[in-house]
Protein backbone atom coordinates (compact mmCIF):
# COMPACT_ATOMS: atom_id res chain seq x y z
CA UNK A 1 0.00 0.00 0.00
CA UNK A 2 1.55 3.19 -1.22
CA UNK A 3 1.88 5.62 2.00
CA UNK A 4 0.03 8.81 1.93
CA UNK A 5 1.77 12.21 3.67
CA UNK A 6 -0.13 14.84 5.58
CA UNK A 7 1.36 18.45 7.04
CA UNK A 8 1.68 19.19 10.67
CA UNK A 9 1.85 23.27 12.30
CA UNK A 10 2.54 22.53 16.09
CA UNK A 11 1.75 26.19 17.69
CA UNK A 12 2.84 28.49 20.52
CA UNK A 13 4.30 26.31 23.85
CA UNK A 14 4.27 23.01 21.49
CA UNK A 15 6.78 23.78 19.91
CA UNK A 16 9.23 23.25 22.74
CA UNK A 17 8.35 19.60 22.37
CA UNK A 18 9.40 19.41 19.36
CA UNK A 19 13.67 19.02 17.64
CA UNK A 20 14.43 22.17 17.23
CA UNK A 21 14.56 21.23 13.32
CA UNK A 22 10.90 20.91 13.25
CA UNK A 23 9.96 23.69 15.57
CA UNK A 24 7.91 26.55 13.72
CA UNK A 25 7.31 24.95 10.45
CA UNK A 26 4.88 22.45 8.57
CA UNK A 27 6.18 19.32 8.97
CA UNK A 28 5.25 16.31 6.96
CA UNK A 29 4.36 12.89 8.15
CA UNK A 30 3.68 9.41 6.25
CA UNK A 31 1.39 7.48 7.15
CA UNK A 32 -0.83 4.29 6.12
CA UNK A 33 -4.66 3.74 6.47
CA UNK A 34 -6.05 6.20 8.42
CA UNK A 35 -5.17 6.81 11.93
CA UNK A 36 -7.08 8.66 14.51
CA UNK A 37 -5.02 12.01 14.27
CA UNK A 38 -4.19 12.19 18.08
CA UNK A 39 -1.41 9.41 16.84
CA UNK A 40 0.89 11.56 14.50
CA UNK A 41 0.60 14.20 17.07
CA UNK A 42 2.27 12.16 19.86
CA UNK A 43 4.44 10.81 17.49
CA UNK A 44 5.50 14.08 16.60
CA UNK A 45 6.36 14.65 20.61
CA UNK A 46 3.96 16.62 21.94
CA UNK A 47 1.22 15.00 24.41
CA UNK A 48 -2.41 15.02 24.21
CA UNK A 49 -2.67 16.80 27.44
CA UNK A 50 -1.22 19.56 26.03
CA UNK A 51 -3.33 20.16 22.82
CA UNK A 52 -6.79 22.22 23.09
CA UNK A 53 -7.40 23.02 19.44
CA UNK A 54 -6.90 21.01 16.31
CA UNK A 55 -8.01 22.25 13.29
CA UNK A 56 -7.54 19.90 10.06
CA UNK A 57 -7.86 22.06 6.68
CA UNK A 58 -9.68 24.64 8.26
CA UNK A 59 -12.50 22.93 10.40
CA UNK A 60 -11.91 21.94 14.42
CA UNK A 61 -11.94 18.36 14.85
CA UNK A 62 -11.39 15.87 17.78
CA UNK A 63 -8.80 13.18 18.90
CA UNK A 64 -10.85 10.48 17.24
CA UNK A 65 -10.72 12.60 13.68
CA UNK A 66 -9.32 10.07 11.45
CA UNK A 67 -6.09 11.54 9.29
CA UNK A 68 -6.79 11.36 5.04
CA UNK A 69 -4.30 11.60 2.55
CA UNK A 70 -3.10 15.95 1.89
CA UNK A 71 -4.25 17.27 5.10
CA UNK A 72 -3.60 19.87 6.84
CA UNK A 73 -3.17 19.99 10.22
CA UNK A 74 -2.59 23.26 13.05
CA UNK A 75 -2.23 21.72 16.29
CA UNK A 76 -2.68 24.71 19.14
CA UNK A 77 -1.98 24.50 22.86
CA UNK A 78 -4.25 25.97 25.42
CA UNK A 79 -4.72 29.26 25.40
CA UNK A 80 -6.61 30.81 28.64
CA UNK A 81 -7.74 34.35 26.90
CA UNK A 82 -8.67 33.11 23.84
CA UNK A 83 -12.69 31.84 23.66
CA UNK A 84 -12.91 28.52 21.28
CA UNK A 85 -16.37 27.58 23.00
CA UNK A 86 -18.15 27.66 19.55
CA UNK A 87 -15.33 24.66 18.13
CA UNK A 88 -14.69 21.20 18.94
CA UNK A 89 -13.44 20.42 22.62
CA UNK A 90 -10.79 17.70 22.93
CA UNK A 91 -11.67 17.07 26.91
CA UNK A 92 -14.66 17.97 28.99
CA UNK A 93 -13.34 21.73 30.72
CA UNK A 94 -12.79 23.98 32.28
CA UNK A 95 -12.31 21.84 35.94
CA UNK A 96 -14.59 23.69 37.89
CA UNK A 97 -11.64 23.46 41.22
CA UNK A 98 -8.32 23.16 39.83
CA UNK A 99 -6.54 20.24 41.90
CA UNK A 100 -3.45 18.95 41.03
CA UNK A 101 -1.65 15.96 41.62
CA UNK A 102 2.34 16.00 41.58
CA UNK A 103 4.96 14.47 40.04
CA UNK A 104 7.97 12.75 42.34
CA UNK A 105 10.56 16.16 41.20
CA UNK A 106 7.99 18.23 42.12
CA UNK A 107 8.27 18.59 45.40
CA UNK A 108 9.02 22.25 46.15
CA UNK A 109 6.55 23.58 43.91
CA UNK A 110 3.93 21.21 45.59
CA UNK A 111 4.77 23.26 49.11
CA UNK A 112 4.24 26.55 46.79
CA UNK A 113 1.42 25.58 45.63
CA UNK A 114 -0.30 24.62 49.26
CA UNK A 115 0.68 27.85 50.23
CA UNK A 116 -0.89 29.63 47.66
CA UNK A 117 -3.85 27.58 48.92
CA UNK A 118 -4.26 25.24 45.59
CA UNK A 119 -5.04 21.43 46.48
CA UNK A 120 -2.05 19.55 45.98
CA UNK A 121 -1.30 15.86 46.18
CA UNK A 122 2.27 15.04 46.31
CA UNK A 123 4.56 12.16 47.83
CA UNK A 124 7.74 11.22 47.28
CA UNK A 125 7.58 7.77 46.50
CA UNK A 126 4.79 8.24 43.69
CA UNK A 127 4.77 5.48 41.18
CA UNK A 128 3.65 6.72 37.77
CA UNK A 129 0.70 4.27 38.28
CA UNK A 130 -0.39 6.22 41.21
CA UNK A 131 -0.38 9.37 40.27
CA UNK A 132 -2.83 8.34 36.75
CA UNK A 133 -4.96 6.25 38.99
CA UNK A 134 -5.54 9.26 41.86
CA UNK A 135 -5.90 12.07 38.53
CA UNK A 136 -8.45 9.77 36.71
CA UNK A 137 -10.75 9.12 40.34
CA UNK A 138 -10.35 12.70 41.70
CA UNK A 139 -10.21 14.61 38.51
CA UNK A 140 -6.64 16.18 39.19
CA UNK A 141 -4.87 18.13 36.38
CA UNK A 142 -1.20 15.98 36.43
CA UNK A 143 1.94 18.36 37.23
CA UNK A 144 4.70 17.01 35.98
CA UNK A 145 8.53 17.02 34.73
CA UNK A 146 8.29 13.56 32.84
CA UNK A 147 6.54 14.21 29.97
CA UNK A 148 6.34 10.45 28.75
CA UNK A 149 3.95 10.14 31.98
CA UNK A 150 1.51 12.58 29.67
CA UNK A 151 0.85 10.38 27.23
CA UNK A 152 -1.10 7.70 28.73
CA UNK A 153 -4.78 7.69 27.56
CA UNK A 154 -6.41 7.77 30.71
CA UNK A 155 -5.09 11.28 31.93
CA UNK A 156 -7.40 13.94 30.66
CA UNK A 157 -5.83 17.22 32.19
CA UNK A 158 -1.88 17.50 32.71
CA UNK A 159 0.92 20.01 32.08
CA UNK A 160 4.55 19.57 31.72
CA UNK A 161 6.60 21.79 34.22
CA UNK A 162 9.59 23.15 31.78
CA UNK A 163 10.98 25.55 34.50
CA UNK A 164 13.22 24.20 37.00
CA UNK A 165 13.48 26.95 39.72
CA UNK A 166 10.48 26.41 41.94
CA UNK A 167 9.74 30.23 41.70
CA UNK A 168 10.05 30.40 37.82
CA UNK A 169 7.92 27.23 38.13
CA UNK A 170 5.02 28.69 40.10
CA UNK A 171 4.36 31.94 37.65
CA UNK A 172 4.01 29.16 34.76
CA UNK A 173 1.35 27.16 36.48
CA UNK A 174 -0.48 30.03 37.38
CA UNK A 175 -0.40 31.54 33.88
CA UNK A 176 -1.12 28.03 32.17
CA UNK A 177 -4.47 27.81 34.15
CA UNK A 178 -4.96 31.26 34.84
CA UNK A 179 -5.17 31.02 38.49
CA UNK A 180 -4.19 34.55 39.85
CA UNK A 181 -7.57 35.67 40.85
CA UNK A 182 -7.70 32.15 42.58
CA UNK A 183 -5.06 32.38 45.39
CA UNK A 184 -6.60 32.06 48.63
CA UNK A 185 -2.67 31.83 50.87
CA UNK A 186 -2.48 29.96 53.72
CA UNK A 187 -5.02 27.87 53.66
CA UNK A 188 -3.50 24.55 53.29
CA UNK A 189 -0.96 22.23 55.61
CA UNK A 190 2.25 23.15 53.92
CA UNK A 191 3.43 19.04 54.73
CA UNK A 192 0.61 17.16 54.03
CA UNK A 193 -1.99 19.70 52.22
CA UNK A 194 -4.39 19.25 54.63
CA UNK A 195 -7.56 21.97 55.42
CA UNK A 196 -6.32 24.80 57.60
CA UNK A 197 -8.81 26.18 60.28
CA UNK A 198 -8.79 28.39 63.21
CA UNK A 199 -7.87 27.06 66.20
CA UNK A 200 -8.39 28.48 70.48
CA UNK A 201 -4.81 29.41 71.76
CA UNK A 202 -6.14 27.75 74.73
CA UNK A 203 -7.26 24.30 72.79
CA UNK A 204 -3.17 24.32 71.57
CA UNK A 205 -1.45 25.77 74.60
CA UNK A 206 0.64 22.89 76.10
CA UNK A 207 1.79 22.80 72.64
CA UNK A 208 3.32 26.10 72.12
CA UNK A 209 6.92 27.07 72.92
CA UNK A 210 7.07 30.18 75.68
CA UNK A 211 7.76 32.75 73.53
CA UNK A 212 5.51 31.93 71.07
CA UNK A 213 2.47 31.98 73.48
CA UNK A 214 3.84 35.76 74.47
CA UNK A 215 3.96 37.07 70.81
CA UNK A 216 1.24 35.35 69.50
CA UNK A 217 -2.33 35.25 69.62
CA UNK A 218 -3.88 33.52 66.33
CA UNK A 219 -3.33 30.37 65.54
CA UNK A 220 -4.51 27.83 62.46
CA UNK A 221 -4.53 23.99 62.49
CA UNK A 222 -3.92 21.22 59.66
CA UNK A 223 -7.61 18.93 60.20
CA UNK A 224 -5.64 16.21 58.98
CA UNK A 225 -2.05 15.92 60.79
CA UNK A 226 -3.19 19.02 63.53
CA UNK A 227 0.12 21.01 62.81
CA UNK A 228 -0.30 24.19 63.84
CA UNK A 229 0.51 27.31 61.99
CA UNK A 230 0.71 31.29 63.06
CA UNK A 231 1.68 34.08 61.58
CA UNK A 232 5.68 34.69 62.35
CA UNK A 233 7.98 36.90 60.84
CA UNK A 234 8.43 34.29 57.87
CA UNK A 235 5.09 35.52 56.99
CA UNK A 236 6.06 38.97 55.60
CA UNK A 237 8.08 37.28 52.88
CA UNK A 238 5.20 35.04 52.04
CA UNK A 239 2.93 38.07 51.72
CA UNK A 240 5.43 40.08 49.39
CA UNK A 241 5.95 36.94 47.02
CA UNK A 242 2.21 36.56 47.08
CA UNK A 243 1.52 40.20 46.22
CA UNK A 244 4.06 39.72 43.00
CA UNK A 245 1.78 36.99 42.20
CA UNK A 246 -1.13 39.19 42.10
CA UNK A 247 0.41 41.81 40.56
CA UNK A 248 1.39 39.55 37.66
CA UNK A 249 -1.85 38.58 37.45
CA UNK A 250 -3.48 42.31 36.93
CA UNK A 251 -0.90 42.90 34.47
CA UNK A 252 -1.84 39.74 32.43
CA UNK A 253 -5.76 40.50 32.37
Known amino acids: MKPHTAEFRFYAGLNDFLPPKQRKRTNSYRFS ?13 VPHTEVDLIVVNGQSVGFDYCLQAGDRAAVYPVFETLDIASLVRLREKPL ?15 KRMRLLGFDSLYRNDYRDADIVKTAVSERRIVLTRDRRLLYIKQIDHGYWVRAVDVETQVDEVLRRFNLYGSIHPFARCLICNGVLTPVAKADIWDRL ?6 YYETFHQCVDCQRIYWQGSHME ?3 QRLAGFKRLGQKIK
Open 96 to 110: LTPRFILDVNLGKLA
Open 237 to 239: NMR
Open 209 to 214: EPKTRL
Open 33 to 45: GHPGIKDPIEVFG
